[in-house]
């Protein structure tokens, strides 16, 4: 499902409310360093008819016309998201964007709060970290508890390594959201010992303030993929619940 707009919605989302989102990858493309089995979006190799990047100042024209309109008409917003067809902070304009963002949420919907979903690949870089600070919600990602695993589910660029992703997340003291993927396929199991436990080591290294854990809602470009049930993802998570982190659980 490509967005073929910068500024797109707004849409209900089943974890953020009504939110209006950013597209800030080529509108008739995919740009990502992961190519993850379930991702909406697609492969990668089916979004190449588009590279061009919007700039810093595409996107304040385009925010300032919809925000202004959906204030207009008194439609309401609770998030305002970078998504997209890719990773977000891929673009060059990224921290630049976010604090055009942020004035223009200011400005028209002060009660609204910027997200960005990422997967967390340029959090070493310190002007995506700083970036990410400002947000009220850096949800970042993590679905797997080892390089190995990651290369089967996300299918990330050379280079990937969950340790160096999460030497990175340290920076923010707990103050982001980690989101994690569930799902099955004949050669994993989110749900399997040894991943299970390996991500919960993670969390309990990075202690986010919230975890978001879902599973698999849309159609998915690899086949044979089985998603959770809620229940089935609330027992599996019992020992964190019961350790006191916050956890929102998504079908």
Not at 25 to 40: R, T
Not at 155 to 183: C, D, H, I, S
Not at 217 to 244: H, N
């Amino acid at each position: 499902m490509m967005r073929e707009e910068i500024v797109f919605g707004p849409i209900h989302s089943r974890r953020l409310g009504s939110s209006l989102g950013i597209n800030v990858l080529p509108e008739k493309g995919k740009l990502c360093n992961f190519d993850c089995i379930y991702c909406e979006c697609g492969w990668n190799r089916d979004g190449r008819g588009d590279t061009r990047l919007p700039s810093a100042s595409d996107l304040r024209n385009a925010l300032e016309a919809k925000l202004s309109a959906c204030a207009g008409e008194g439609i309401g917003i609770d998030s305002i998201t970078f998504s997209g067809d890719g990773e977000p902070t891929l673009n060059p304009d990224f921290p630049e964007m976010v604090d055009i963002t942020l004035e223009l949420r200011d400005r028209y919907f002060p009660d609204a709060r910027v997200s960005v979903l990422s997967n967390a690949t340029m959090v070493h870089r310190d002007a995506v970290f700083e970036a990410l600070r400002k947000v009220d919600n850096p949800i970042l990602k993590i679905d797997a508890p080892t390089t190995r695993l990651a290369r089967l589910i996300n299918r990330p660029a050379p280079g990937y390594r969950v340790e160096r992703v999460v030497e990175a997340l340290k920076r923010f003291e707990g103050n982001f959201v980690l989101q994690t993927m569930f799902l099955r396929s004949d050669s994993f199991d989110s749900s399997s010992p040894e991943v299970l436990q390996g991500w919960m080591d993670i969390v309990r290294t990075l202690r986010p303030r919230e975890i978001m854990v879902y599973t698999i809602d849309r159609a998915t470009p690899q086949e044979g993929l089985s998603k959770f049930t809620v229940e089935e993802m609330r027992g599996l998570l019992a020992p964190l619940a019961e350790e006191g982190f916050n956890l929102q659980i998504r079908g």
